[in-house]
């Protein structure tokens, strides 16, 4: 197998990391617009050069318990347009070897070892995909909020 050349993400304690040919930018502490009626995985929106970006939270999307405050978003390029997943800590680019196993979390491509720390890939893809149980598209999320696109 090949490596995988990727962005780590971190989440509170865990690390989640994403295939580099998908990530757009990083964004240091996004200006989120709040969302009343988002449902809870759904942190707001926030304004990159003129475009409307949903940001996501990263262990909500995962089922796991919110990791707190947003300190960076990392930028998706989605088949619906960009959206944002919430870090904790600056994401920073890897090179990750042969996957060490599977991962039990949805949305989730498998779990590798980076220097003395499980990183898991998310699929992206499949992470994001409105047609999972609660889920809403980011381009309904953004037409629901008033705000153009």
Do not use: C
């Not at 964004?27 to 942190?43: E, G, M, N």
């Not at 870090?87 to 979390?105: N, V």
């Not at 949805?106 to 720390?117: F, I």
């Not at 890939?121 to 696109?149: F, K, N, Q, Y």
């Amino acid at each position: 197998m090949t490596d995988v050349h990727a962005v780590v993400l971190p989440v509170g304690a865990d690390l989640y990391a994403v295939p580099i040919d998908r990530v757009k930018e990083v964004v240091a502490a996004p200006i989120l617009t709040r969302l009343v009626t988002a449902p809870p995985h759904v942190l707001g929106l926030f304004n990159l050069r003129g475009q409307i970006v949903p940001l996501f939270d990263s262990a909500a999307l995962l089922g796991l318990p919110s990791a707190g405050s947003t300190a960076f978003a990392l930028v998706l390029q989605s088949r619906q347009g960009p959206i944002g997943l919430s870090a904790t800590a600056f994401p920073h680019r890897a090179i990750l070897g042969a996957s060490i196993g599977p991962s039990e979390l949805p949305g989730t491509a498998g779990t590798y070892r980076l220097e003395h720390q499980v990183v898991v890939l998310l699929d992206s893809d499949v992470l994001l995909a409105a047609d999972r149980p609660g889920r809403t598209s980011s381009r309904e999320i953004i037409a629901s909020s008033g705000v153009g696109g």
